[in-house]
């Protein structure tokens, strides 16, 4: 640095050359015409120019370089001058003409900048004073004759071109946001223009410009206030400006979304419609297939009445499809849906009449245990069996299941449904039932039994699935029994409003003082499983109701006027009344009385009397009414009880409470009136019979009536294949034929018959029977002497639903007199309770219920026997 010459007027000559070459440039630029769109930029003339600015530069530059370091010196020149020349020129090669100018320009400015800084710092080093040059910036405005800006100005005179665009902008910004008074470090804004390419960037971002600032937070806690640029210069137009753009965007924004909107109805309109479209014309369809399969149905009926004789008398295929049609509802909330509709298995024993063979489709897989269960069970009772694909000649049965139940294993679907969805079943019953007799059997109706049908083109003995539908509730019983002349419980059908409950009630009651509990029923079940009951002795009012009745006597009680004011009453305290003392049957599925009103006004219900009686025996009568109009009665019995009045599990065969000549008049009046509701096929009626305490005669009450194959028919027919016999309706007795032995002279011995009594178990349930197989639980009954026994036609026999559950099961005790059928069946219960009995697993039954009633039913009969005596 011994060489740097100390002659600062030389060295200003040369910045002020240097500044002069530079404003030439950017004159001869200016002069090129580039803001005409036509004209096109003369390249040469701009490099002319550039060419002579260099070699201005260069030629100044060299004559001070002289006297300093030349090997520094030439690093410097060819550093920042050539190479980067070179490489921002190839750079912007590609660029249009008129921005190539700009660059060039910034350029020269940008590496002369450098220049003379390099220069600076080698000259400055002269100078030992390391003083600050601050200055104040008052309301965004620099005192010009202020001695620190003066003493900053001289210092950096030599840059000043850069400096004085710096504080333009730093000025600027303190007047947009009102800024009172700023310190700038002075030689801090040196050293970021000496380091920044603040040249190149032309400005620089306002937290740099802040940056400048030696009371830098207070200045910032003054700008970050809200509302601070607003104050300044331009505010105003700046608000406005801002007002104006945000009213725009909501404008805008509000007029996107309102077509948005528009633009999605719209859309939505139209799927919907195109669905609603699609909807109607796939309901059309199907409305048009419903009817065709109707008006097919109807003519195969029409053939099959008219050869239905020759029907009866020949061979034919009998279709065995136990579907229960009920809601999807219904059926999604019902657990062991396909237990339930294979209960009648026992359907296979139709076999019993030679001229029968027997498809059975099973709503669910057999195991090998029950297959070969029911295979012994009827080649031992002279019927030979199949299971396999073909039906040969001598094979008599086939037990088939769709294949669709793999498919919809937890939907709960009837079997109609299932059998529509297995082509590779129904193209085997085609093949099974080719050239034959045939027609199908079915159970509760469905609209899905009419495409069965018409698929296999074989008609079904039974009603319309509307028809069955109407009729088969407990409201439709009701009316069908109206119609026959029946006497029917006090009470009201197709109950649907919670309202129109409560006011059923307060009437049923107020004109039936003397009934003691009323009954709920809901209309798609079939039993009694799902009910409940009632007791008016819980109500606060009945004692004041009864007072009344005996006040006004029973010639003035059934005045409106009179019941007017007990029917108020009860309406108050009816709600609380079924809340806290309605009591659901046990084996209901429902756990409250609010589960069972929601199900019960959601499907319809029935509210109807007990017997006003202690003693009141069930009947049950099975009936089919053939298409050609004749009636034939098949089974009576019964009922047999569990938990509750309410739930039948059973039947006693033959009947003994109901005389048989009254018996048969009552079905006779209600075949008549199904009739002529064009219900045929299989009916299953029930019948409640007490002695009225005020006449002391036998009252008969209609209180059931479905419609379809019954369990308890089920159940009679695996009696009837297992004993060989018949029930005889004239004489109202269950006849076996018998084998007796006669003398040496007479040779082979006589064929007789004798009376039976049987106890039948539909529904026998335990759970701790699901821990046996059945072949084993078959042995343990063995060990214990139940079976039956062939030769004196009578013992037990069983019948077995399922392969996994296993929890439910059916029986049967053949026994040659009532008392000792009784004994049997309770018996065998009590043995097989016991067997199976679990200490570490608590169980739920129903054995020790039947048990119970049996019991009470024997004592009756011991003391009916004991008055007989005396």
């Keep these: 640095m011994a060489d740097i010459p100390k002659h600062e007027d030389k060295f200003e ?83 249009n003409e008129s921005k190539k100018c700009e660059l060039i320009f910034e350029y020269i400015r940008r590496h002369c900048t450098l220049y003379l800084f390099a220069l600076q710092d080698q000259s400055v080093d002269a100078y030992t004073s390391t003083n600050m040059f601050p200055f104040t910036i008052v309301k965004g405005q620099i005192d010009p004759m202020a001695k620190d800006f003066i003493c900053f100005k001289e210092k950096f005179s030599w840059c000043w071109s850069n400096v004085v665009e710096v504080l333009d902008d730093l000025t600027k910004l303190l007047r947009e946001f009102a800024v009172p008074l700023a310190k700038v470090d002075g030689e801090y804004l040196i050293e970021l223009l000496r380091e920044s390419d603040y040249c190149w960037r032309k400005t620089l971002p306002k937290a740099t410009l802040f940056s400048l600032l030696e009371n830098k937070r207070e200045v910032l806690e003054l700008v970050s206030r809200p509302g601070q640029r607003y104050r300044g210069e331009g505010g105003r137009d700046v608000a406005a400006t801002r007002i104006q753009t945000w009213w725009r965007r909501y404008l805008t924004r509000t007029s996107y979304l309102c077509y948005h909107r528009r633009k999605m109805a719209a859309e939505l309109i139209s799927l919907s419609y195109l669905f609603h479209y699609q909807k109607c014309q796939v309901k059309k369809t199907l409305q048009a297939k419903r009817f ?28 065995h499809i136990p579907s229960l049609g009920f809601s999807q509802s219904w059926r999604l909330s019902t657990r062991k849906y396909d237990i339930l509709q294979n209960i009648q298995i026992t359907r296979l024993c139709d076999i019993r009449d030679e001229n029968v063979e027997v498809i059975y489709i099973c709503p669910m897989h057999l195991g090998e245990d029950i297959l070969q269960y029911y295979d012994n069970f009827l080649r031992r009772n002279g019927a030979d069996s199949s299971t396999n694909q073909d039906l040969p000649c001598n094979k008599r049965f086939l037990i088939l299941t769709p294949e669709a139940v793999d498919h919809f294993p937890t939907r709960n679907m009837c079997l109609s449904t299932l059998l529509k969805y297995s082509p590779g079943t129904l193209k085997q019953i085609k093949r099974q039932i080719q050239g034959k007799q045939a027609y199908i059997v079915g159970g509760v109706g469905h609209e899905d039994d009419l495409e069965v049908a018409d698929e296999l083109r074989v008609p079904i003995l039974g009603p319309e699935p509307a028809v069955s539908q109407l009729h088969g509730t407990k409201s439709g019983g009701r009316r069908i029994f109206s119609e026959a ?27 039936n003082i003397h009934i003691q509990r009323w009954l709920f029923k809901i209309n798609v079940q079939r039993g009694g499983r ?88 069930y009947v049950t009568v099975d009936m089919l009414l053939e298409p050609n109009g004749e009636v034939t009665i098949l089974s009576w019995g019964d009922q047999l ?8 599990v059973g039947s006693i065969i033959p009947k003994t409470s109901v005389h048989l000549e009254t018996l048969h008049s009552i079905c006779m009046r209600v075949a008549h009136a199904c009739k002529q ?88 349930f335990h759970s701790n029977l699901s821990m046996l197989y059945h072949s084993i639980f078959l042995n343990i009954c063995k060990w214990n002497c139940i079976e039956f026994n062939k030769k004196e036609n009578q013992g037990t026999v069983f019948a077995l639903y399922d392969s996994y559950d296993r929890c439910t099961i059916g029986m049967i005790a053949v026994s040659e007199d009532l008392q000792g059928a009784l004994v049997t069946f309770a018996q065998n219960l009590s043995v097989i309770h016991q067997e199976i009995l679990s200490s570490k697993k608590e169980e739920e039954t129903n054995f020790e219920a039947v048990i119970t009633n049996i019991e009470d039913m024997l004592e009756v009969i011991i003391q009916n026997k004991n008055q007989l005596k005396d």
């Design 13 to 95: 000559d040369v910045l002020v050359q240097v500044q002069h070459d530079l404003s030439q440039l950017k004159y001869n630029i200016e002069k090129i015409n580039v803001d005409e769109k036509s004209a096109t930029l003369d390249i040469k003339v701009l490099d002319n120019a550039i060419s002579r600015t260099q070699s201005s530069i260069r030629r100044h530059a060299e004559d001070y370089l002289k006297s300093v370091n030349k090997q520094q010196l030439h690093q410097l020149h060819n550093t920042w001058l050539w190479l980067d020349m070179d490489t921002d020129l190839n750079s912007t090669a590609g660029q």
């Design 530 to 617: 799902d009910a409940a009951y009632c007791d008016v002795c819980h109500l606060r009012c009945y004692s004041w109701a009864l007072q009344r009745y005996q006040y006004f006597g029973s010639d003035l009680w059934h005045s409106t006027w009179v019941q007017e004011t007990v029917m108020m009453k009860y309406l108050e305290e009816i709600p609380e009344w079924l809340i806290y003392y309605t009591i659901l049957a046990k084996s209901s599925r429902f756990q409250s009385w609010s589960e069972f009103l929601k199900i019960f006004l959601r499907q319809g219900g029935v509210v109807e009397a007990y017997p006003p009686s202690e003693n009141v025996t």
């Design 485 to 511: 002349g029946l006497e029917i419980p006090p009470g009201k059908g197709d109950v649907y409003a919670l309202n129109q409950l409560y006011e059923t009630l307060a009437e049923l009651i107020a004109q």
């Design 292 to 319: 065709r399969q109707l008006i097919n149905y109807r003519r195969r009926a029409e053939r099959l009445a008219e050869n239905w004789k020759h029907i009866r008398s020949s061979k034919r295929t009998i279709i």
């Design 641 to 648: 009880h569990g938990c509750c009045h309410l739930d039948i």
């Design 677 to 764: 509701n064009y219900i045929i096929g299989y009916v299953s009626v029930g019948l409640a019979t007490f002695v009225d305490h005020s006449t002391m005669k036998q009252k008969i009450w209609g209180i059931d009536l479905d419609i379809g194959f019954s369990d308890h028919l089920a159940m009679t027919q695996m009696l009837l294949m297992a004993t060989g016999g018949t029930l005889n309706w004239r004489t109202g007795c269950f006849e076996v034929p018998v084998k007796e032995k006669c003398s040496e002279h007479e040779g082979a011995a006589k064929r007789l018959v004798d009376s039976r009594y049987a106890v039948v178990g539909i529904r026998l």
